[in-house]
């Protein structure tokens, strides 16, 4: 299991970025793909998940209406359309999945324990 994210770089408070995470070794049509972030100091945490079962998704309010998950029309490719970025935005991104379950809202409260190389997004005000 192999993830790569990709997409990240500096920018604007205000501006957007669209983050891209792509799979190899296995497929992207069963479980779930999440989205995640680690600031400095802080602890990793789930910022858009996706069933890909229902494309039921899930987002915290910390990103709420500014986060959009999605999948790409290239196969084993998920995006992350990220809007309105803030400061607190700032982290080093990572996408993961669940290949055994399908749930969106489980997938970013979990730990998962295929992690991808991460993409760094800074933020500036």
């Known amino acids: 299991v192999q993830l790569q994210a990709s997409g990240g770089g500096l920018v604007q408070a205000g501006g957007s970025l669209r983050l891209t995470c792509t799979a190899s070794?296995?497929?992207?049509?069963?479980?779930?793909i999440g989205w995640f972030r680690q600031a400095p100091g802080k602890e990793r945490e789930g910022v858009a998940c996706?069933?890909?079962?229902?494309?039921?998704?899930y987002y915290p309010d910390s990103v709420k209406d500014r986060f959009t998950v999605s999948r790409a029309a290239v196969k084993n490719t998920v995006y992350l359309q990220m809007n309105n970025l803030k400061p607190e935005d700032t982290a080093v991104y990572y996408c993961?999945?669940?290949?055994?379950?399908?749930?969106?809202?489980?997938?970013?409260?979990?730990?998962?324990?295929?992690w991808g190389q991460g993409t760094l997004v800074t933020v500036s005000s």
């Open positions: 993961a999945p669940d290949l055994h379950h399908t749930s969106s809202y489980a997938l970013c409260h979990s730990r998962p324990s295929d």
């Open positions: 070794g296995f497929s992207l049509d069963f479980g779930a």
């Open positions: 996706l069933s890909l079962l229902n494309d039921i998704t």
